[in-house]
């Protein structure tokens, strides 16, 4: 037990010294991250109070930094919640400081992205973060700070009030930092387009540091109904969350601590259990031991009775907005969507939403286009380890009509309260069967209709093919037969073509 | 009196053609005009409908036919090619000149109409061949590959330009080419009592130099291996028309059999023409008995070769004792030898001895 810890490190530390596994990888990765983490919390800000977000993304140039990378000032605006004046230092300064511990859907979930960019922005040009915030009250509220990394605490170096004579409601955070956006330029613009496919509820605007515009402009204010709260199921709980529900619960014995802090527990249910595992409902869940609360979280995995976690926890975007969102980006032919019922991996609530889409402005190219999605946000790296795409290829995709070389793009989106990431980096999903099955029948029901669609085009393809066969051999025979019968008169063809066509419209 | 007669039969039979072409324009012609898709029927070719009849002594085709429908998209195609295919025969006919399978397959680029390839357009020619019940040769298209005749032959031709001229058949040593002037000529007058095909042009060159047409009172025709539909039926109208038997010499071995054989019984191919065969001619040689009466040189038979024999054995063309027989002396021997292999007996033995012996056993 005794650990011997030699030198302390902090929490800001910690994943500054890590910056990999958040992401933070090599100047043209790092400002595709920092721009990613700001929109997802813009995002979130605004969908936290159903509003329709409109996110404002500028990145500027400030100067050279090396031969390679360049210095950028990022300043990304938006009409979310805002933060509440006390909270701001913290919430940009403090790494591990957030709002979003609570169990249910959402994009941020570690308290860590916004304050990395701000930090990788620090690190690489010593300047502080400006962030203006209202939460539509009286006063805006600016601070200019940094981040003491040592000690993971905000340095507030400047504070101003002003005040909000327009009721402005919502965050500006301005920072510099190293990158190379020239290489990132297509990750961030993919970054954009896909967000904007999977939201399409929301106004984005970037301006790159040559002053070129994208607008990706909200096709309904229609949104997807927020996530309700919800507390960790039996099954999906670690010794680590035991310790510290143990630890702020107020209950005294395990009957009261089992129904009031566990989902789909009730009292019959929290009886029952306690039965099975053979554990007294009076005892008090503060005396547990060590041995006991390893022993807890086994029995809780094992009892058989527990109800599935409901759903309501999770805002998928649903097939409309799907669709939507599909037709505004990719402006396809045809397309086809599917929303699978809530299911679980490890008492872990997920939803599958999946759609197919072929032509239009989609380019052909050898295989298809895969959009990624989890939580309502694109995935764009290591595609290749991801379990939509071990999926998709292990398909049988010709059963449907479907080959590598049509123009067709396929979205698969995870929505859970904890998406099966492999990595901090949130890049790609890991191959859990439970997942593996709802987006292979998800797949299944997409690709069914896309072989209805493809079935019927084929037929009209070969209508049009099948008159041209005719109006180009008739002719052909009509002007041969005439001379070697020595007519000087064309013979009537009209009739028998105009009889194909009617032949080919019974046929369909 | 036999001469007058093919005369009038050569003309007879191009105003037939004439007619049968443009009966079939009209016949397309008038389907279309009164709202019907144009449609055609005639023997299938498969080769479930090839059968050898034992008493015209070659392959026909049997009573399956295929409809040939312009309702049918897939046979839209073919059908306009069929009937490009009598239009261009049309004009070559009704103008008097000739053309080859190849000219065939460019020409249709000029009506817009395309061939595949070659194949595509010979096929197309071999259905109009079937649907006319003529073979090409009578609508003056022609093989590219020519064969030859030497010997004491008058023929007066009747192609447009050279009506009425004769030409003697002796009057080149190379020999004069069996072409579409040839094959439509007259036969004026002969002394020749016989025919003797020979495979091989060394060979044919040879019997020349020898003598062999005045010594055996023989016109010489060289098949120039398996002989051109146009030879074959040369060759008939030799035998039928001036009633003269027929002796065919080729290398011994199962490939100049069946050269042999497909001069008397005619080949699968052409199961839906007929007058290409000569049921009467008779293989002189090599035979694999010859190889071992001769003691000729010889070399082994190789796979393909057996294999063959085997295909020869079963075909009922080879019904009869001594083809049977000689297929069976190749197999058991496992030799076979060529034409030029008398040559280890001296140039001139060939012509001497074993021709000599070999026309006298045959008759
Ligand atoms: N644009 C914003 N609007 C409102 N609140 C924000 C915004 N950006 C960050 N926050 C707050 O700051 C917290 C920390 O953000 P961040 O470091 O990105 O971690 P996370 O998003 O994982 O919680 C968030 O939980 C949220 O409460
Ligand atoms: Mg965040």
Redesign the interface.
Known sequence: MAQTTFEEISASDFFYRNRDIAGFTNPSRAIFAAIRELVENSLDAAESLKIPPDIYVRLSYEGEASKETQIYRLRVEDNGIGVPPRHIPSAFGQVLYGSKYKLKQQRGTFGLGGKMALLYGQITTHQPATIISSTGITKIYMYKLMIDIQRNRPLILDRKILLNKEQWRGTIVEFTLEGDYFRAMPKILDYFKQTAMVNPYANLTFVDPKGRLYKLTRITKEMPEPPKETKPHPYGVDVELLQRLIQITPHKNMLDFLKNHFHRVGEVTAQKFLEFSNISPSKNPKKLTHEEIVRLMHMLKKFKDFLAPDASCLSPLGEELLKAGIIKELKPEFVAVHQRKPATYAGHPFIVEVGIAYGGEIPKKDGFLIYRFANRIPLLYDEASDVSVKVIEAMNWRRYKVTPDMPIAIMVHICSTKVPYKTVGKEFIADRPEVRREIANGLREVARQIQRFLTRREHVDREKK?LG??SK??P???Q????????EKL???D??LR?VKRFGAEET | MEQKKHKISMIEKRKEVLASLENLGLKTYEQLDSGYFPSITMPSRSTENIHYDPQLRQYILGDRTVRRSTRNIRHLKPFTQLVWAALFSHELTSQRKTSTLRDVYYSAQAYEMTFTDQEESNNIVTDLETVLGFSREDFSIFPEERSAVFGDLTIEYTVPGYEGRTLNLTSHPDGVLIGPALTSAEFVKTTADKVIAIEKGGLFTRFIEENVHKKFNAILVLTAGQAPRATRHFIRRLNQELNLPVYIFTDGDPWGMHIAMVIISGSANAAHLRELNTPDAKWSGVWATDIVNYKLPTDPLDDVDVKRLYELQKDPRYKDPLWQREIKTFMKIKKKAEQEAFSRYGLTYIVDEYLPEKLEAEK
């Open positions: 099948r066969v005719f051999y008739l052909k025979i009509a041969f037969s005439a001379k070697l019968a020595g007519k013979p009537d063809i009739k028998l009889s």
